[in-house]
């Protein structure tokens, strides 16, 4: 950790990171108005309005406030759906390595046929076939990202189990649960870390995707950066620029900031980088 | 292989949602014409059945009636084939212009203020998320300056802007693993043998470092081309851009289930054929392929 402290652009990442979820956390005491009180006399109003540091949208809502709030959104989605992903893909992925042979066929092959589709052509049509909703939206993003972390961890236990540090155990008597969990998992995970960081911005641009072509089922009273990305889009032809600037800077900064974090770290976890 | 996948897939997301029949039928059916699509389909009938009656269906090219306009489904999605096509490849082809040449600029000028910009330039590329970049073009290039079109379909002017938020992403990826790759066989031992042998560099760089590295950016492409598909789907929406992406989004809201099943498969379908492509260029890249 210290290594990744000592790159600049790490820092950064992390900071911007840090202020992602400090935002989501706080928000009720740092939004300055409800995100969703409505104020039709104040409608489409520009930034820099009194009251109203980032403008209003076209019911006269807050747009930081919104913006605020919809970090909140983003942030459960994403956090949700990487553990949902992990809890699927990491005994997937530790089973399929060790053990091998035609389970670990099965698996690979099950992963092939999901990554053989578009990503968004996959959660476009599974969300059509269930029906939109917030629930379904994590799951969906979550399940589909199984494959992901099974590859990883399948990689390294591919790489580990012919160690001798992984004989000696089993000489020793050691049972094979007891060898996946204190020998292998722990040094697996570092690259795991990795992919679990570079997913979380690849989750949020995901639920945004969903939200602003209006699949994610997100109810319209949660703020979420895609849905006021989608109302911004609408009012784009009549000048209203601001209403899906704001939101779109805020997804694009947190992701730059989970790429510079997750590529640094990426770097010092992989030793041949060193 | 992938299609049988696609296909089984598309099959079960019938009974995802429970009952196929909802998904079929609009919601104020009588219980009279719920029963009669029941057993037209043959929903009636034992699981497997159904699965081998599909897939046999599938095979003789029978993919389904559109519920709205009960024309094939698979001519329809055909139909749009050749827009998707257009943006994706052009998409591509920008993508290769653009970031190529900047990786290896980068990789060549490491520690350059040339270097800094390009990868920053990469990183932002890789921030902005498609739907963003593309109203973002639309808001500078349509609204503000009124220099390109901003919807539709027509000649080359159409294209730009669509083409520029498709590929924007896929260039900066392509951009910085060139930059790796190229370092990558910059540091190696033929390198150093050819400059000991006192060659010019450029010819170090062009003649044997950037012939190798050519396959791994290989490897790059191929892997960006289901996120290039991917953004098709959103950019096409954006741009009300009539290809496959947008024809299945449109079905989705109209509940068009046929056509949702038709589409995933066709997706698929491209996705291998590419693919295909992508490892039929790797033959043609690297000799040690070919004799194997």
Redesign the interface.
Known sequence: MRRVLKNPTAVAGLLILLAFVLVAFLAPYLAPADPTAQDLAARLKPPGTEGHLLGTDRLGRDILSRLIFGARLSLLVSVTSVLIGLALGLPLGLISGYFGGRLDDLLM?LG???????????V????????PSLLNTILVLGVTSWVVYARVVRGSVLSLKELEFVMAARALGASTPRIMQKHLLPNALAPLIVVATLEL?RII?AE??LS????SGVPPEIPSWGQM?AD??EV??F?G?WV??FP??A???V??GI??FGDALAEVLDPRSR | ??AW??A???FF??Y??GDPVD?LLPLDASPEARAELRHAYGFDQPLYVQYGRYLWKLLHGDFGVSLRSQEPALALVLGRMPATLKLAGAGLLFALILGLPAGVIAAIKKGSALELLILTLA??G???????LG??L??LFG?RWHLLPISGYGDWRHLVLPTITVGTYVTASIARLTRNGVLQELRSDYVRTARAKGLAERVVVYKHALRNAAIPVVTIVGLQL??L??G???TE??FAWPGM?RF??LA??QGD?PV??A??IV??LL??LVNLAVDLAYLWLDPRVRYA
Do not use: K
């Not at chain 2, 890789?126 to 963003?132: D, L």
């Open positions: 092959r092939d046929i999901q990554l053989s589709l578009p990503f968004i052509v996959l476009i049509a599974v969300m059509a076939a269930l029906g911005a641009v945004a995707a602003f072509l209006g699949l990305l911004g889009r784009l032809f000048g620029w899906a600037t779109g800077v997804i694009s900064l992701v730059l790429n510079l | 292989m992938v996948g696609a089984t897939l598309a997301l019938l995802l949602s998904l990183l932002l890789q921030s902005i998320p498609v739907y963003f109203l973002v639309i808001m609204l289901g996120t598909l991917s098709a789907v959103i929406t954006i992406g299945v989004l989705v809201e289930f949702v099943q589409s995933v997706f698929a996705l291998a």
